[in-house]
């Protein structure tokens, strides 16, 4: 590899087939879309974490109006980036309760 080269790691976690609830009933697709979106929130909490620590100051103040739209769509990111490819949490949060 070429010193300097950015490497890409795409991602490749998803909830495995036998995870996922097919023909568990409604408590385990509640189950699943509950740890689901339990890894949202902890990724909306990393994106908020992120954007506080962007320097506020620049060219154009940053007002109130713009900070509450930047959390809203934080939000919605990190709905859309669990629904669509778990980082594993929700798989092992699942795993865990389900055997409860």
């Known amino acids: 590899m070429r ?3 950015m490497t890409t790691i795409a991602p490749t ?3 495995p087939s036998t995870l996922t609830p097919t023909s568990g009933g409604t408590r385990d ?3 699943w879309d509950a740890c689901v979106e339990f ?4 990724i909306a909490q ?3 974490t992120v954007h506080d620590n962007l320097p506020m100051e ?3 103040p940053r007002s109130d109006g713009e900070r509450y739209f930047q959390e809203m769509l934080d939000g919605e990111y990190a709905k859309e980036i669990s629904r669509s ?3 594993g949490i929700a798989v092992m ?3 865990q309760v389900r055997n409860l």
């Open 13 to 15: 976690i998803s909830a």
């Open 39 to 42: 890894e949202g929130l902890l």
């Open 46 to 48: 990393l994106l908020r």
């Open 29 to 31: 697709e509640a189950l």
């Open 85 to 87: 490819n778990p980082a």
């Open 58 to 60: 620049g060219l154009i």
């Open 3 to 5: 010193k300097g080269a």
């Open 93 to 95: 949060l699942y795993q």
